[in-house]
């Protein structure tokens, strides 16, 4: 599947939220193969541009051709938690009039056994969302402790049987050590075998470690922090999360922002205490069409909301 036939979730429900003007300046805060990108700037006039952020080099260098074509567009390598840093390096001191993030991990992504995101082919135990930087999954899994593993494992998981998992992990790697995502599967599996009809067993210790590895909780609080104060009185901020850590958080800012008098941990303050965000209508889900299309999408969640003057 080529970047141009990938097709992102929710693209139409994500742009119409934006509410996007047509000479305004947006930020899509994570580029994957730049579907949201695109139909956004289809949205722009020739006053109008959109930045972009993704930490993956591949995603990246897909976003450098679209750059070279449409001189409305600008992208760099980093993370979307520090876009406050990269959107002041670009010249942009009036802030946003949107700002979009689709979090987790893209397609392309997911199929390539390379990146080590799936258990559905094998490939190294990675799951680097930057494969440059930072601990690999073999590497984490080859060291830490048992109590480190499970409390991931169930934290970020929600694994029941995070306990047994772990500890089969322990045993296993003193005889051999994890490599490829096909060892980790079939290990997860033999612990706690088959339980639920339509989930393979090893799905959400995959979520968890990519999770940890990737400090995607973390990244996520301050990246929300940021938006919240990068918006324009009137800009949209759109997330759209895949399981139900991220929603929670997302919701959870969200509905803080947007109290009267409630000192809002790392979230930019009004000198009165006003709320800051209005929520805009409920948390939307993709269609039965396009879950017809697209199963990934099933657990999809996108919350919309707007910054006050």
Known sequence: MSEYQHRPVLLEEAVESLNIRPDGKYLDGTFGRGGHS????????????LFSLDRDPEAVAAGKKLMEKDPRFFIAQGNYAEMERYVHEWGVEEGLDGILL????????????????????????????????????????????????????????EERHARRIA??????????????????????EETIGRREKNK????????????????????????????????????????I??????????????????RPGKVRRNIPQHPDSKPVLRPVGKAIKPSASELSVNPRARSAVMRVAEKLS
């Open 241 to 258: 999360s895949f399981h139900s850590l991220e929603d929670r958080l997302v919701k959870r800012t969200i509905r803080e922002a947007a």
């Open 102 to 157: 689709d979090l987790g991990v893209s397609s392309p992504q997911l199929d390539d056994p390379d990146r080590g995101f799936s258990f559905m082919g094998e490939g190294p135990l990675d799951m680097r969302m930057n494969p440059l930087q930072g601990e690999s999954a073999k590497e984490w899994l080859a060291e830490a402790p048992e109590r480190e593993l499970t409390r991931v494992f169930w934290e970020f998981g």
């Open 200 to 239: 393979h067993p090893a799905t959400r210790c995959f979520q968890a470690i990519r999770i940890y590895i990737n400090d995607e909780l973390a990244q996520l609080e301050k990246g929300l922090a940021e938006a919240i104060g990068l918006l324009r009185p009137g800009g949209r901020l759109v997330v």
């Open 38 to 49: 695109r139909a956004i700037l289809a949205r722009l006039s020739g006053k109008g541009c």
């Open 167 to 188: 500890r089969s992990i322990v045993e296993t790697r003193q005889k051999q050590r994890l490599e490829t995502t096909g060892q980790l599967a079939r290990l997860i």
